[in-house]
């Protein structure tokens, strides 16, 4: 199935490492993660048929950035949008949403798609979305190589489940995938599990990685963020966890670290959320007081992170950190 999208192997889709988005930690702060002073990055109506942008993706793509955004239209209905930047910070996303191709004989249905993640693994980008099928949430999964023509392929699961999120290589000759089984409304839990398969189709050996309720601030549910950084000291993933108040959820970003060769291991998983909604553009909106991690661009030479979150389900943030701070704090940090 890897190979029988109708479009073509891409080529140069690694960003130079000088070119991702960067701001220095502001001086005298100790933050481990810091906000871009000039958040959001996608303001409110950045569209004409959209009312919001949030919860979106971001890949590097020849040199310069490439993404799929979540978009809510004034139907209320969400959508997926295609979009580019040279820098990624400004954002130039097609007014039409998505037009999939099918990768077989059969389109598939799709009621409504929200919360995309994109992946690279081996020859082509890969965008994994919540997928609305007979009124229920599950995963869908679809390839592109120029985010002009998105080939799409079946459901990965039945429903229901969100936050499918793949990981960038293959895992003992398997491809791999965390995912948060879920119902059909503003699911009250959820735990996230490893699933693997041998040709992006046919899915198996579910297991268990991590569950809510370890802290406050994770005692809803949990549900993982961005594409996995593979690391030395293991996979590290930032997620995304839910606390229940008397005004409502509250969504944070929390960090663990699972084990290269069986990923359903956690290594470390701190006790404490690393960034939570503080800022008024987080704190108010459509959905109050929601930071929701969906892409991290990681550079390798200098270990920085540009972190890409949804706020309130309004806007969307940019973030900042280095990996080799994540780490350590990780691992401090953690009651694994």
Not at 47 to 71: D, L, Q, T
């Amino acid at each position: 199935m890897a190979t029988s999208a109708p479009v073509q192997s891409a080529s140069n889709h690694v960003v130079t490492p000088a070119s991702i988005p960067w701001q220095d930690r502001p001086s005298g702060s100790s933050e481990l993660i810091w906000r871009y002073s000039q958040n959001p990055v996608i303001d409110r109506n950045p569209i004409p048929v959209a009312a919001r942008i949030y919860n979106s993706a971001v890949v590097p793509f020849k040199g310069h950035f490439a993404g799929v955004f979540r978009s809510d239209y004034r139907t209320g209905m969400p959508h997926i949008h295609a979009g580019f930047s040279e820098d990624g910070l400004k954002w130039k996303i097609n007014h039409e949403p998505i037009a999939f191709v099918p990768a077989g004989q059969t389109k598939y249905e799709m009621e409504y798609s929200y919360d995309p993640r994109v992946c690279w693994i081996e020859d082509r980008y890969y965008v994994t979305w919540c997928n609305g099928y007979h009124g229920a949430p599950t995963i869908g999964l679809a390839s592109t190589t120029d985010f002009k023509t998105f080939a799409q392929y079946e459901n990965l699961f039945i429903p229901f489940n969100r936050n499918g999120v793949l990981f960038p290589r293959r895992i003992n000759g398997h491809y791999a995938i965390l995912s948060r089984p879920s119902d059909s409304g503003h699911t009250p839990f959820g735990d996230i599990y490893y699933s693997e398969s041998p040709d992006l189709r046919f899915w198996g050996n579910h297991r268990y990685v991590m569950g809510a309720g370890q802290n406050w601030w994770q005692g809803v549910k949990i549900g993982a963020g961005p594409t996995p950084i593979e690391t030395s000291e293991g996979w590290l993933i930032f997620y995304h966890g839910v606390m229940s108040t008397c005004n409502g959820f509250v969504y944070s970003v929390g960090l663990a670290l699972l084990d290269l060769d069986e990923p359903w291991r956690v290594i470390a998983r701190a006790q404490s959320y690393v960034l939570g909604p503080e800022k008024i553009y987080e704190t108010t909106g459509t959905v109050p007081n929601v930071v929701f991690p969906c892409a991290a661009l990681h550079d390798k030479a200098s270990g920085r992170i540009a972190l890409y979150y949804g706020a309130a389900d309004t806007v969307t943030g940019l973030a900042f950190c280095k990996i080799d701070e994540v780490l350590e704090f990780v691992k401090k940090d953690s009651a694994a």
